[in-house]
């Protein structure tokens, strides 16, 4: 720019002073000067040196040519991270970091889905501790596989196995800790409809088994204090899902079966599960959503205790202790209104029920758990919510704080 200033200026110049001299040549009957004319070839030169680059420009162009370099290849990666802080009656109070990052494997491929890798780690005050990896890699627009590492440790309250235990029994302590490794490939058929296979590998084991735990362990017939188990499965899914700013409309199934063979469980026989998930969102009005969640965690008679389901948690029958009615086989569904109420702030009720059961036959209507509750919602940043919740149930209730909607 500079350049072109100072060639603009000298061409201005030399046409004026052309002027001026012809008027000076027009009126030498009444005015005598001393004219000398313009040397055009010095002038030109000083073009042609003008309208060279200086060492400084070339350094300039240089420098924001290797930044734009640097922001293309930073448009492939995103990183972001945060701190805070939680509650659950299980954990008690928890500081929580995580990171997140998105990129493309291929670089500069746009039509390529974006690709997420997530590292969280959670220490609380109970003495409880958990760190988790995951990653979906997007390997193109139909194909992703998918990573989970995670495992930690925590003090847990203990009923005993099963629905009466859970009703009757006095609590008692141990320790549970666990770790989990899965790796699923997941290819999209058509529209939502996308069907996969995954490998899957869990350990869990109980340490510091308060005398009362024991007992109750040993009347159950349970003597053994760890396992380990892996398998292989496949899933179907259907996500059928639109967002409409901050609204879901739509349908999400999912139906995910595994078994763990006898020879890599550590087990006579093989050893089945079954995870089926169904969810719908339906708009009402400006601001208000109904939500519904149904789901089932389904486990073979001969499987390890310590991997039995367990009723209770952060997303399912809020406010029950997690792990308090546990048994083979759990079910549950739950409703919810979300309104939105002021800008950042929005707040949801729900009501829902759900049991424990050790098979289809004795599942009684009678032992079907009552679950209600309501929660505030401040939305920190976008796909960020900060969730409170307080949940209700039979001989439980319980806070809990933690981020976005509960399914």
Same mark, same amino acid.
């Given at each position: 720019?500079?350049?072109?200033?100072?060639?603009?200026?000298? &061409?201005?110049?030399?046409?004026?002073?052309?002027?001026?001299?012809?008027?000076?040549?027009?009126?030498?009957?009444?005015?005598?000067?001393?004219?000398?004319?313009?040397? %055009?070839?010095?002038?030109?030169?000083? =073009?042609?040196?003008?309208?060279?680059?200086?060492?400084?420009?070339?350094?300039?162009?240089?420098?924001?040519?290797?930044?734009?370099?640097?922001?293309?290849?930073?448009?492939?990666?995103?990183?972001?991270?945060?701190?805070?802080?939680?509650?659950?009656?299980? @954990?008690?109070?928890?500081?929580? &970091?995580?990171?997140?990052?998105?990129?493309?494997?291929? /670089?500069?491929?746009? /039509? #390529?889905?974006?690709?997420?890798?997530?590292? @969280?780690?959670?220490?609380?005050?109970?003495?409880?501790?958990?760190?988790?990896?995951?990653?979906?890699?997007? =390997?193109?627009?139909?194909?992703?596989?998918?990573?989970?590492?995670?495992?930690?440790?925590?003090?847990?309250?203990?009923?005993?196995?099963?629905?009466?235990?859970?009703?009757?029994?006095?609590?008692?302590?141990?320790?549970?800790?666990?770790?989990?490794?899965?790796?699923?490939?997941?290819?999209?058929?058509?529209?939502?409809?996308?069907?996969? @296979?995954?490998?899957?590998?869990?350990?869990?084991?109980?340490?510091?088994?308060?005398?009362?735990?024991?007992? %109750?362990?040993?009347?159950?017939?349970?003597?053994?204090?760890?396992?380990?188990?892996?398998?292989?499965?496949?899933?179907?899914?259907?996500?059928?899902? @639109?967002?409409?700013?901050?609204?879901?409309?739509?349908?999400?199934?999912?139906?995910?079966?595994?078994?763990?063979?006898?020879?890599?469980?550590?087990?006579?026989?093989?050893?089945?599960?079954?995870?089926?998930?169904?969810?719908?969102?339906?708009? #009402?009005?400006?601001?208000?959503?109904?939500?519904?969640?149904?789901?089932?965690?389904?486990?073979?008679?001969?499987?390890?205790?310590?991997?039995?389901?367990?009723?209770?948690?952060?997303?399912?029958?809020?406010?029950?202790?997690?792990?308090?009615?546990?048994?083979?086989?759990?079910?549950?569904?739950?409703?919810? =209104?979300?309104?939105?109420?002021?800008?950042?702030?929005?707040? &949801?009720?729900?009501?829902?029920?759900?049991?424990?059961?050790?098979?289809?036959?004795?599942?009684?209507?009678?032992?079907?758990?009552?679950?209600?509750?309501?929660?505030?919602?401040?939305?920190?940043?976008?796909?960020?919510?900060?969730?409170?919740?307080?949940?209700?149930?039979?001989?439980?209730?319980?806070?809990?704080?933690?981020?976005?909607?509960?399914?």
């Amino acid at each position: 720019m500079r350049g072109r200033a100072i060639i603009v200026l000298i &061409a201005i110049f030399c046409v004026v002073n052309e002027v001026a001299a012809q008027s000076v040549a027009n009126r030498s009957d009444t005015l005598s000067l001393d004219y000398s004319p313009i040397d %055009y070839v010095a002038v030109m030169e000083q =073009l042609n040196r003008a309208s060279q680059p200086t060492a400084w420009q070339r350094f300039s162009d240089w420098l924001f040519k290797k930044h734009d370099i640097e922001e293309e290849q930073t448009r492939n990666l995103r990183v972001d991270g945060g701190i805070g802080v939680g509650y659950t009656q299980e @954990t008690n109070a928890m500081f929580v &970091a995580s990171v997140v990052g998105r990129y493309l494997l291929k /670089s500069g491929d746009e /039509s #390529l889905p974006y690709s997420v890798t997530s590292l @969280t780690g959670l220490v609380s005050a109970n003495g409880s501790f958990r760190a988790v990896t995951s990653s979906d890699f997007a =390997l193109s627009g139909h194909d992703c596989v998918s990573l989970y590492l995670g495992g930690g440790s925590m003090p847990a309250n203990f009923w005993g196995l099963g629905y009466e235990a859970a009703d009757n029994n006095h609590v008692s302590q141990y320790v549970r800790k666990d770790f989990q490794a899965n790796v699923e490939y997941v290819r999209r058929i058509v529209g939502g409809l996308s069907v996969g @296979t995954n490998l899957d590998f869990r350990y869990a084991a109980v340490d510091k088994v308060e005398s009362l735990a024991w007992d %109750y362990l040993q009347n159950a017939g349970m003597k053994n204090l760890s396992a380990a188990m892996l398998g292989a499965g496949a899933t179907v899914k259907y996500d059928g899902r @639109t967002e409409r700013g901050t609204q879901i409309n739509g349908v999400f199934l999912q139906l995910r079966g595994v078994a763990y063979p006898a020879i890599f469980a550590c087990n006579d026989d093989t050893i089945w599960h079954v995870e089926a998930t169904a969810d719908y969102y339906q708009p #009402l009005w400006a601001g208000g959503e109904l939500a519904l969640d149904l789901y089932a965690d389904l486990w073979s008679w001969n499987t390890p205790w310590m991997f039995w389901a367990k009723v209770g948690g952060e997303n399912r029958m809020r406010g029950y202790y997690y792990g308090r009615y546990t048994d083979r086989k759990m079910a549950t569904a739950q409703i919810e =209104l979300r309104q939105k109420i002021y800008k950042a702030l929005s707040c &949801a009720a729900w009501m829902g029920a759900g049991s424990v059961f050790s098979s289809h036959k004795l599942f009684d209507i009678d032992d079907v758990l009552p679950n209600y509750g309501l929660g505030v919602r401040v939305a920190l940043a976008k796909n960020l919510t900060l969730r409170v919740d307080y949940g209700f149930g039979r001989h439980s209730h319980g806070l809990i704080i933690n981020v976005n909607e509960a399914f």
